[in-house]
C-alpha cells in the first residue's frame, strides 16, 4: 500500500478510539484521516472523508438512512466498515453485516485482532469471530429451505420498470438515488418497491434482492412473464 489505507475512527468510546489511533499512527501502511467521537461526526462528514475504511463501534450511522454506504457508492468509492462491537450478541451481528460491514470484531478483540480485521477488510475482504462465520452459513441454509416460497410468490410476475429496480435495490441505492437514476418521482419508487415486495412475499429490500435474484424469469427476459 504505497500511500497508506486512510482510515476514518469513528468511536463512541475514547479509550477504544484513542488505542485503535495509536496502534495505526506505528504502522506505515495506514493513515489515519481522524479520530472523532461518535456524537460530533455528521454522516457528511463521513462520506467527504475519502477514507478507505470506517472503524465504527456503534451501528449508529448503519442504521440510518438512506444507508451509509450507497452514499458513499455515488464518489465512485466504496468506504469499508469494520465495526468493534460492545456487546457479544448474534443479531447485532446480523444486522451490521445487512447493513454493510465487512468487518465484526467484539470488544475484547486484542490490538493485533483489530489492526488484522482493517487490514483485511481494506483489501477487500470480511472477517467476523469464527463462530459468527458459522452463524451466517446457518443463515444461508435456512434461506435455501425458504426458496420454493420464495418462487411460488415470484411467479405473480413483475413489471418491467419493477424489474429495473432490482438491481438498483442491490446496489443499495436509497429511494431518491433510484429515482434520480430512472427520472422518476421518490414517491414513485416508493410505491414500486412495496408493489415488489408485496409480489416476492418478502418485508425488506435486501430479501426482495435475494429472492429476485433466484428467480429466472423464464429464460432470462426472453420469456419473461412481466407485465407493462
Given at each position: 500500500m504505497e500511500s497508506g489505507t486512510k482510515v476514518l475512527i469513528v468511536c463512541c468510546n475514547c479509550l477504544l478510539r484513542e488505542s485503535i489511533a495509536r496502534i495505526l499512527a506505528k504502522k506505515t501502511d495506514f493513515e489515519i484521516v481522524e479520530a472523532q467521537a461518535m456524537g460530533s461526526t455528521s454522516r457528511a462528514e463521513?462520506?467527504?472523508?475519502?477514507?478507505?475504511?470506517?472503524?465504527?463501534?456503534?451501528?449508529?450511522?448503519?442504521?440510518?438512512?438512506?444507508?451509509?454506504?450507497?452514499?458513499?457508492?455515488?464518489?465512485d468509492r466504496m468506504i469499508k466498515c469494520v465495526l468493534v462491537a460492545m456487546e457479544d450478541d448474534q443479531d447485532h451481528f446480523v444486522t451490521a453485516i445487512r447493513r454493510g460491514a465487512l468487518g465484526y470484531v467484539l470488544q475484547d478483540a486484542s490490538a493485533i485482532d483489530v489492526l488484522s480485521a482493517i487490514r483485511t477488510v481494506a483489501e477487500g475482504?470480511?472477517?467476523?469471530?469464527?463462530?459468527?462465520?458459522?452463524?451466517?452459513?446457518?443463515?444461508?441454509?435456512?434461506?435455501?429451505?425458504?426458496?420454493?416460497?420464495?418462487?411460488?410468490?415470484?411467479?405473480?410476475?413483475?413489471?418491467?420498470?419493477?424489474?429495473?429496480?432490482?438491481?438498483?435495490?442491490?446496489?443499495?441505492?436509497?429511494?431518491?438515488?433510484?429515482?434520480?437514476?430512472?427520472?422518476?418521482?421518490?414517491?414513485?419508487?416508493?410505491?414500486?418497491?412495496?408493489?415488489?415486495?408485496?409480489?416476492?412475499?418478502?418485508?425488506?429490500?435486501?430479501?426482495?434482492?435475494?429472492?429476485?435474484?433466484?428467480?429466472?424469469?423464464?429464460?432470462s427476459t426472453r420469456n419473461a412473464g412481466y407485465t407493462d
Open positions: 463521513v462520506v467527504n472523508s475519502r477514507a478507505d475504511v470506517l472503524v465504527l463501534d456503534s451501528l449508529e450511522f448503519l442504521l440510518e438512512d438512506p444507508p451509509l454506504f450507497s452514499e458513499t457508492g455515488a464518489h475482504e470480511a472477517v467476523c469471530p469464527p463462530r459468527y462465520a458459522r452463524l451466517l452459513f446457518d443463515l444461508v441454509a435456512t434461506q435455501a429451505e425458504q426458496l420454493p416460497n420464495s418462487r411460488k410468490h415470484a411467479k405473480r410476475g413483475l413489471t418491467r420498470r419493477e424489474q429495473h429496480l432490482i438491481p438498483l435495490i442491490g446496489r443499495g441505492l436509497s429511494n431518491k438515488e433510484i429515482a434520480n437514476h430512472l427520472g422518476l418521482s421518490e414517491q414513485t419508487v416508493k410505491n414500486h418497491i412495496h408493489r415488489i415486495l408485496r409480489k416476492v412475499g418478502v418485508s425488506d429490500r435486501l430479501s426482495a434482492f435475494e429472492a429476485c435474484q433466484i428467480r429466472t424469469f423464464g429464460s
